[in-house]
């Protein structure tokens, strides 16, 4: 009598495909990251449907997830829009993030484990292979990959879920940022100046990554930022006024960025 096979073969189940509402939220998920459609554009469906080659009810779902994911708002007048971001929303993301990544760079360096670094040189590698693409699509996505990396050095999961949560909005303010530096820096040069980040890390420089994450050209976009813009509060000027102090400071110590 033959026996049972102590091992049977697992199935390999093939997923479905996505959807094409799934599809079309993707696109235009990137759309807003990427700074193609801005804060306070109209989500104008005709020009979508177009564009993306759906029907709008894949695309109306799409839509729904976007709202889901704060980053499309319905207004009265204009109907959807890509959510408006106020002097005080940046305050909250960029202050947010820099506090995560100095908590990071303090637990985190020197680097104890060999995989971390691992993935922080892939991290960076991606982010320069990104930049050569045509049109550096993905720049700023690869650009927060990297700094997530830098997160991850902690060996501290909740401080890097705290991070990857604020994933969307930082990503809009790279974008900004980015676009902010079109005109002095390329896409190539957008991934060197992060190359002096990997350098001090492996070097296990607290002090000197700590400064140079806090001054590597990530805020040119919030000097821009008028005093008497809409939807600044008492505490965003305060922290705009010490950003645009601190920047002054950093660009007589280390010469134009």
Not at 18 to 36: D, K
Not at 64 to 83: C, M, N, S
Request: proline share 6%; aromatic share 4%; charged share 30%.
């Amino acid at each position: 009598m033959s026996s049972e096979p102590d091992h049977v073969p697992s199935v390999r189940r093939i997923e479905a495909p996505p959807s094409m509402s799934a599809l079309a939220a993707e696109a235009l998920r990137q759309m807003v990251l990427t700074g193609e459609l801005r804060p306070g554009d109209r989500v104008i469906e005709n020009r979508l449907t177009d564009e993306l080659g759906v029907s709008r009810p894949p695309l109306r779902e799409a839509m729904r997830v976007l709202e889901q994911e704060g980053l499309i708002v319905q207004t009265p007048r204009k109907g959807a829009v890509v959510a408006p971001v106020t002097p005080h929303d940046i305050y909250e993301i960029v202050s947010l993030r820099e506090e995560i990544e100095q908590i990071a760079v303090r637990l985190g360096i020197p680097v104890r484990s060999q995989e971390r670094l691992d993935r922080l040189r892939q991290a960076f590698a991606e982010l320069e292979a990104a930049a050569e693409e045509p049109g550096a699509p993905r720049v700023v996505e690869t650009s927060f990959a990297f700094h997530l990396a830098i997160v991850g050095l902690a060996g501290h999961r909740r401080l890097e879920d705290v991070y990857r949560s604020l994933s969307l909005q930082m990503r809009m303010c790279m974008a900004m940022n980015r676009r902010a530096r079109a005109e002095i820096e390329t896409a190539r040069e957008d991934a060197a100046r992060h190359r002096p980040l990997l350098d001090l890390i492996e070097a296990g420089d607290v002090e000197g990554t700590a400064h140079t994450l806090a001054h590597h050209g990530q805020r040119t976009y919030l000097l821009s930022i008028e005093d008497d813009a809409e939807g600044h509060s008492p505490e965003s000027r305060a922290w705009f006024a010490r950003i645009r102090q601190e920047e002054e400071e950093a660009m007589r110590h280390d010469g134009h960025r």
